[in-house]
């Protein structure tokens, strides 16, 4: 099963994995997970659109050419095979703090049937991990305001605002979407 990144100890974290075993296991996102459901999972964040397995494979293999920037981690349910969690950690590399890297948490989403159950705080200790091995000397994430509380049982704290400016198209598809789902959705991605 190609993955994404090494699934070695530096970077899925041993102690989340032993928290969700057996019943789940962790792991760097797969070319096979289209399959396993995880844009199904990703659209309990916000809208997806229509991703063929061929779009899918080609972003993957992109992404994999890419070592040491996208860290995409999945819990899959050991019972049904299926993601039921998924969330990134993007690596980028400044020339501020002597090329410091900072680590940028991204579309976290866990299967409305596997919520309430501690995997979004597992998954945020394993992207908290990876940031940490790869030597970002920060994660940041962007959430709406519903989600702050769920960050700081996390550990993290308020730093501030976020400042979005949308293209012309985003912004006509946040519209649609605000119009069919209510805006609380539409405040992270
Ligand atoms: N408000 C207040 N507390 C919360 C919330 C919330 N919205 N969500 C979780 N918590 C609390 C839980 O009660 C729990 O508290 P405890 O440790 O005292 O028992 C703690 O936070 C950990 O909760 P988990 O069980 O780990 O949360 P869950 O697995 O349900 O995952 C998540 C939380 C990721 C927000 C999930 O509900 C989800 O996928 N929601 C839809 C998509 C979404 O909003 N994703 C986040 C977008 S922001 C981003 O991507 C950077």
Do not use: W
Not at 34 to 43: E, N, R, T
Not at 103 to 120: F, R, T
Not at 130 to 140: L, M
């Amino acid at each position: 099963m190609p993955l994404l990144f090494p699934a070695t100890e530096s970077f899925i974290s041993p102690a989340v994995a032993a928290a969700v075993a057996p019943a789940y296991i962790l792991r760097p996102l797969s070319s096979s997970d289209y399959a396993a459901g995880v844009l199904d999972v990703l659209k309990d964040l916000t809208t997806v659109g229509d991703i063929s397995e061929d779009k899918f494979l080609a972003h993957f293999e992109f992404m994999k050419a890419r070592p040491g920037e996208y860290f995409m981690v999945v819990f899959e349910k050991m019972e049904t095979r299926k993601v039921v969690a998924v969330g990134t950690l993007l690596v980028e590399r400044k020339f501020i703090h002597e090329c410091g890297l900072v680590g940028h948490i991204e579309d976290i989403a866990v299967a409305k049937s596997e919520q309430g159950k501690h995997l979004g705080k597992h998954l945020i200790e394993a992207l908290d991990h990876i940031g940490k091995a790869s030597g970002c000397y920060k994660n940041i994430l962007d959430c709406s305001p519903h989600n702050e509380k769920f960050y700081e049982k996390c550990g993290y704290t308020n730093g501030g605002f976020e400042m979005v400016s949308t293209t012309s198209k985003r912004r006509k598809d946040i519209t649609n979407l605000n119009r069919s789902n209510g805006f609380d959705r539409l405040q992270h991605d």
